[in-house]
């Protein structure tokens, strides 16, 4: 049973009823459900970080998320961008789109028919109608491998 007091993906619906449902998930990770679109901020899910294991498990595990619309990517780091957890996503989400930083096509450049959409900052995008605006923002850490 998971954080939610659910046994498995399936059991976890989209929000039925709220306008807007927030699930922190772990760090800046969120699973944001509203009823015309989920979105995911920043998606790790792993146990370790740059070969260092992490002392808490996420809420939720990538299996037991619902269907997954949309996924912003604040940057690239391993605690915010978890490649696999990403890969898994858009294997059972064919129509899932990624925006993030600069780079962010590059890196994920093997995942089989993923959209991918960068953005700059102060950049404004509207996804699966959702309206987006890209801050900038100076943070430190060694680039994607």
């Not at 740059?50 to 619309?69: F, M, N, Q, W, Y």
């Not at 604040?74 to 858009?90: G, N, P, Q, T």
């Not at 064919?94 to 993030?100: D, Q």
Request: net charge positive.
């Amino acid at each position: 049973m998971n954080a939610l007091g659910r046994t498995g993906r399936n059991d976890v619906p989209r929000a039925p009823r709220a306008p807007l449902v927030l699930r922190p998930i772990r760090t800046s990770c969120v699973l944001i459900e509203h009823p015309s679109v989920t979105i995911l901020t920043d998606p790790w899910f792993s146990h370790s970080m740059s070969g260092r294991k992490t002392h808490r498990a996420p809420a939720l595990r990538v299996e037991e998320l619902p269907p997954i619309d949309l996924i912003l990517a604040s940057h690239l780091h391993a605690d915010h961008f978890e490649l696999a957890a990403v890969a898994e996503l858009s294997a059972r989400n064919p129509e899932l789109v990624v925006v993030g930083t600069g780079g962010t096509a590059r890196y994920c450049k093997d995942i089989n028919q993923l959209a991918v959409q960068e953005m700059r900052p102060w950049e404004e995008l509207t996804v699966k109608g959702v309206a987006i605006e890209a801050a900038p923002a100076k943070h430190t850490g060694p680039p994607p491998r």
